[in-house]
């Protein structure tokens, strides 16, 4: 990490600022062992109360992952009534979708899926390549949180249940992916580089947040937090009792997430994110320092289809091989040097940091 984090320092100890970080994060996050059952049937009981009378009680999204899959199938045990939510952003692979598939219909979870408008949403992609930052994934991962927050607005549902949590996915250097809820960032990001209008693009402002958080109170929940979540288990689950199949490598089943990861970044940027990956599940115990260092030894992913997802990249973008190659030679740059509310948001994360207590 210390070659290619900027931000990384050590103490006297030789301890990096991610591990303490981490300890911070799962003592404000994790809901302590002891409690959690407690916990979960009272976040259980207030979910249930607030869709009384209604189709649905809580938002799920689905990508075909790990995460959001076991959620799927947590809520569902839980006794709860979600409605799923995917975003096709046209990058699907085929074992995604047959693994939404699988599981919502073994489940019986209705589905709602947003087709994005694909024209609009590849120069938005296109833009942040040219703007040469590592976090070109912002534009996806902004359009879902905003479409989870659209669809729980639609149908006046107070909770929406997300995979994200503190176990496997901690640690992740700022540099190395800001920017999924700064529409400031995206906005100004496409301004400079792109050349058609985001007219439909699901997209939230910080007033619309406002509105969502507030007003409408709806309430992003990290469920995984709330239970002892190890990710080799959840995987065992998925496969003995939905079907479900492993498809590769973290947030791998999405063809462009494994072109971007596994090909871009570790050759423009030189980051390898399963160092982040690894060191999370190093710090939350379900993997040994020596696993992930003999992990990082093997090909991020096989070179032959490496291959095949550049050249099918490249072609689905409408790019030429040399507009390609002009972004992998630009200059690197991060987000701070876009427009973007990362001061607000750090000060309005510093406030709720300091009044959290367990707040999964």
């Not at 046209?90 to 899926?113: C, R």
């Not at 958080?213 to 959840?234: C, E, G, H, P, T």
């Amino acid at each position: 990490m210390d070659t290619t984090d900027p931000d990384i320092s050590f103490d006297a100890d030789g301890v990096c600022s991610h591990c303490h970080r981490y300890e911070r994060v799962a003592r404000q996050r994790l809901i302590p062992s002891e409690q959690r059952k407690l916990q979960l049937d009272a976040l259980v009981e207030q979910i249930r109360a607030a869709g009384k009378g209604k189709q649905y009680d809580c938002i799920i999204g689905v990508s075909g992952g790990v995460d959001s899959t076991y959620v799927a199938w947590l809520v569902k045990n839980l006794g709860l009534r979600p409605l799923a939510v995917h975003l096709d952003n046209g990058w699907n692979s085929e074992l995604a979708v047959a693994n939404i598939e699988k599981t919502l219909k073994t489940l019986g979870i209705d589905l709602y899926t947003h087709v994005i408008d694909w024209e609009e949403f590849r120069d938005l992609q296109i833009s942040f390549l040219k703007a040469s930052t590592p976090d070109g994934e912002v534009p996806t991962d902004h359009a879902i949180f905003a479409l989870l927050y659209e669809m729980a607005a639609r149908h006046g549902i107070r909770y929406v249940i997300t995979g994200t949590n503190v176990t496997t996915e901690a640690l992740l250097p700022e540099k190395w992916g800001y920017g999924y809820f700064d529409w400031r960032y995206v906005k100004d990001v496409h301004r400079r580089f792109g050349t058609a209008k985001l007219s439909t693009y699901p997209h939230f402002s910080l007033l619309r947040l406002f509105q969502h958080m507030f007003l409408r109170r709806i309430r992003l929940v990290s469920i995984l937090n709330y239970i002892d979540y190890d990710k080799q288990q959840a995987m065992d689950v998925l496969q003995n009792k939905l079907g479900w199949i492993y498809y590769g490598g973290k947030h791998y089943e999405s063809i462009y997430t494994r072109f971007y990861q596994a090909y871009l970044l570790p050759r423009k940027f030189d980051i390898d994110k399963r160092k982040a990956h690894y060191s999370t599940l190093i710090c939350s115990g379900q993997m040994t320092r020596e696993q992930a260092l003999a992990g990082l030894r093997e090909p991020v992913y096989p070179a032959h289809l490496l291959e095949q997802d550049r050249v099918y990249t490249i072609k689905k973008l409408g790019l030429t091989n040399e507009q390609f190659e002009s972004v992998m030679r630009a200059p690197n740059k991060t987000f701070l040097d876009y427009r973007t509310s990362h001061k607000f948001f750090e000060w309005a994360k510093g406030i709720v940091n300091k009044t959290r207590q367990y707040i999964g």
